[in-house]
């Protein structure tokens, strides 16, 4: 078997992923025949069919479909090399792009990226929200270096640091209930009322059910602060963070129908970045800020 080269994997790549010759030739900026002789010649070189050409478009033969699942991460290492390569030849990222989840403590967090950032005037930060799923979706796709947000702490990717829990609770506006209504609220009485939920802002992710009552009405929003001022207007009910509407409940203005049968939550706010990607010098010096940080932002939630 004879050496292949890193230009004929990402040809063969390119025609996975595209789902032919032309659109990898378009991908790569290179011609047509050139990306078909790449591939063929990776073909003869590895001894293997990788590609079935007798239909209409080319498919991916068992053993292509195989070799692409590992050539793949072998190119997510080489970008990912000369990323890091690019970054120390800067010194410094130029750019850093950071996603804020639908619960966040958006004041807290906002004042703890603008101090770092004020610190690193040479690297610009972007800043993306989404909802729900989104922010992993963004992280795994690459879209993001980091996030703060909930994540899956068992997948082997990613790293994180716990930042806070933040109680979501089942709330409806006291003036929307009749008088009449029980006291212990069941799935069953809440069916005649709308549910608010999140939006999910995931474009490929499979959505995921927070919180949704099977069969009920329900009206979708873009974030927390408009699912509040719904549920404060008393068109519907939904599930909060607590830390967003302790002065309702105190007040009156909301009331909380948490119990064992429509049950709240605890959920984990972390910074999450890829374990297996590298990070240049700004990305760690944040993620040293924010471990520094943590106990002054739960401090700050508990007060509020």
Known sequence: MSHFTLHELQCFDAVIRGGGFQAAALELNRSHPAVFAAVAKLEQQLGLGLLDRSGYRVQPTEAGRS?????QRLLREMEGLRTHAEQLAMGEESELHVVIGDFCPRAEILGLLGRFFACHPDTRLHLHFEAVTGPWERLLD????????????RDPRIEWIDLCKVPFIPVIADSLLPAAAPRVLEPEHMRDYTQCIMR??????????????????????????????????????????????????HDGRLRSIANDCLPGSMEELVAARRRDRPHGPVMNQLWCHLQQQALMLQSALKSD
């Open 67 to 71: 070799f692409h699942r590992r050539a």
């Open 142 to 153: 690459g879209d993001a270096d980091l996030i703060l947000h909930r994540v899956d702490k």
């Open 200 to 249: 999910d802002t995931a474009r490929h992710t499979p959505s995921s059910d927070y919180f949704m009552l099977a069969d009920a009405h329900q009206c979708t929003v873009a974030d927390q602060l408009m699912k509040k001022d719904f549920i404060l207007q008393g068109l519907g009910w939904g599930h909060m963070p607590r830390f967003l509407i302790e002065e309702e409940l």
